[in-house]
């Protein structure tokens, strides 16, 4: 059973511009949550998404935003980058079906660098 | 107060001993409990979840819950080099399933 898949693995901006993240959930899922991880803060909730719908959102400024299409796989996209965005963001997604209590299968995430 | 705490460490044991890693939360609504073991460089790997008092094991893991005193533990029996990581504590506090981590304890077996 194929894992969360995220594309890119690795890319570099520059401040200004604009980035957009993919993540393929594992078959079956149909939730997607983003993640960003930095030394600083750790790992820090962006949004969630099911049915195409985002269901919860995180603490983050508005150029943060995301989406789920029909086959649950979801893009995030970050506008107006700046230094601070320079991150792991990982997608984790679950079943949210049945007895689900809530676990988190992560993908190997995607490392952002602003420059 | 951040709502999940944990010590950054580093944890240091040597090989074959029993690592114990500590966990606090701040909301006693919360339902579920999550350790996530990450090496340098990877993404989290859901290590067990509990979500009822008490222990469970699984393996050389044994998690252990205590929603009075809001704590919750991963203890590593007879640890290895391999098991040398940061453990994430995760818990989720709401029926919203988001998860809130802790920073992590970074753990380093000695052979």
């Known amino acids: 059973k194929a894992g969360v898949t995220q594309t890119p693995r690795y890319l570099i901006k520059t401040r200004g511009q604009q980035v957009t993240l993919s993540c393929s959930p594992i078959s079956g899922h149909r939730s997607v949550s983003w993640y960003q991880q930095t030394p600083g803060q750790g790992l820090q909730f962006l949004f969630e998404y099911f049915s195409e719908t985002q269901r919860n959102k995180g603490n983050f400024p508005g150029r943060f935003s995301g989406r789920q299409f029909s086959n649950s796989r979801s893009e995030m996209n970050v506008s107006t980058l700046e230094l601070g965005d320079s991150a792991l963001y990982l997608c984790?997604?679950?079943?949210?079906?049945?007895?689900?209590?809530?676990?988190?299968?992560f993908g190997e995430g995607s490392r952002l660098t602003v420059l | 107060q951040k709502e999940v705490e944990q010590n950054s460490g580093p944890l240091s044991v040597p090989e074959g001993a029993i690592a114990s890693l500590n966990c606090t939360y701040s909301d006693r609504g919360s339902q579920s409990f999550f350790w996530y073991r990450q090496y340098s460089g990877k993404s989290p790997e859901l290590i067990m979840f509990?979500?009822?008092?008490g222990d469970k094991e699984d393996g050389r893991f044994t998690a252990q819950l205590n929603k009075a005193s809001q704590y919750v533990s991963l203890l590593i029996r007879d640890s290895q080099p391999s098991d040398s990581a940061t453990y994430l504590c995760?818990?989720?506090?709401?029926?919203?399933?988001?998860?809130?981590f802790g920073s992590g304890t970074r753990l380093l077996v000695r052979p």
């Open positions: 984790a997604s679950r079943v949210r079906a049945g007895p689900d209590t809530g676990e988190l299968f």
């Open positions: 509990i979500y009822s008092n």
């Open positions: 995760a818990v989720r506090m709401d029926s919203s399933y988001k998860l809130i």
